[in-house]
């Protein structure tokens, strides 16, 4: 079945940077696309970063310039690089795959950004 577990989450000041990764198993990987969520406390999931299977991306405007969403194919892993991190920026991250029809997520990771 589908599984996609997430890490590299953790406590950071503002203006640091994380780099949070989700592996994939249970499908293939490479043709399908992949995409960070995050929610915050009281807050609505919402959508942080996506890519396609050819690698087009698209990111939200409030994390545009600052974080990077990238693939590895070859890895079953999907990254996504967050530099000049900000409070607002505290939330669960989760990663997120549409595949045969459902939607398949990760268990999530914290990500705290305070000094």
């Known amino acids: 079945q589908v599984q996609l577990m997430e890490s590299g989450g953790g406590l950071v000041q503002p203006g640091g940077s994380l780099r949070l990764s989700c592996a994939a198993s249970g499908y293939i990987f490479r043709i399908n696309p992949m995409g960070w969520y995050r929610q915050a406390p009281g807050k609505q999931r919402e959508m942080v970063a996506r890519?396609?299977?050819?690698?087009?991306?698209n990111y939200a405007d409030s994390v545009k310039g600052r974080f990077t969403i990238s693939r590895d194919n070859g890895k079953n892993t999907v990254y996504l690089e967050m530099y000049s991190l900000k409070p607002e920026d505290t939330a669960v991250y989760y990663c997120y795959t549409p595949y045969g029809g459902d939607d398949y997520w990760g268990q999530g990771t914290q990500v705290t950004v305070s000094s």
């Open positions: 890519i396609s299977s050819s690698g087009t991306t």
